[in-house]
Nanobody, 119 residues
C-alpha cells in the first residue's frame, strides 16, 4: 500500500484560497494517476481533479476555473491550488493514487485533510 501524506487544509473565507499537498515516497507513484476527492457530511465521496503521470488533467465541473491540480514527479508530490473558494467546497479532501489500468475511485488513499470555507 502506498503511504500518502496530505497537508494544507484549514479555514478560508469565501473567495479565499488554500493549497493542498500530497506527498508519497514510493517510486511507482511517478507512473500513477494522482487525484483529489472530497467528501462532505452526508454526501458521497466525489472526484475533484486528477492528473496523469504525463500531466493530463481532469476536473469536475464544479471546480473548473477555480482549482488547479499539478504534480512534481521528481519529489513525488501533488498539489491542489484552490482559489475563489465557496462554502460548498467545505469537505474532507482525500489524496488518491491509482495505476492507470485501475478504475477511478480505487487505489490508495491518504488520511484526509479538512477544508472549511466560512466567513
Amino acid at each position: 500500500q502506498v503511504q500518502l501524506v496530505e497537508s494544507g487544509g484549514g479555514l478560508a473565507q469565501p473567495g479565499g484560497s488554500l493549497r493542498l499537498a500530497c506527498a508519497a515516497r514510493e517510486s511507482r507513484v511517478r507512473v500513477s494517476i494522482m487525484g483529489w476527492y472530497r467528501q462532505a457530511p452526508g454526501k458521497q465521496r466525489e472526484l475533484v481533479a486528477s492528473i496523469s503521470h504525463k500531466g493530463v488533467t481532469n476536473y469536475a465541473e464544479f471546480v473548473k476555473g477555480r482549482f488547479t491540480i499539478s504534480r512534481d514527479n521528481n519529489r513525488i508530490i501533488m498539489y491542489l491550488q484552490m482559489d475563489n473558494l465557496e462554502p460548498e467546497d467545505s469537505a474532507v479532501y482525500y489524496c488518491n493514487v491509482r495505476l492507470p489500468v485501475a478504475a477511478e475511485g480505487t487505489g490508495d488513499w491518504g488520511q484526509g485533510t479538512q477544508v472549511t470555507v466560512s466567513s
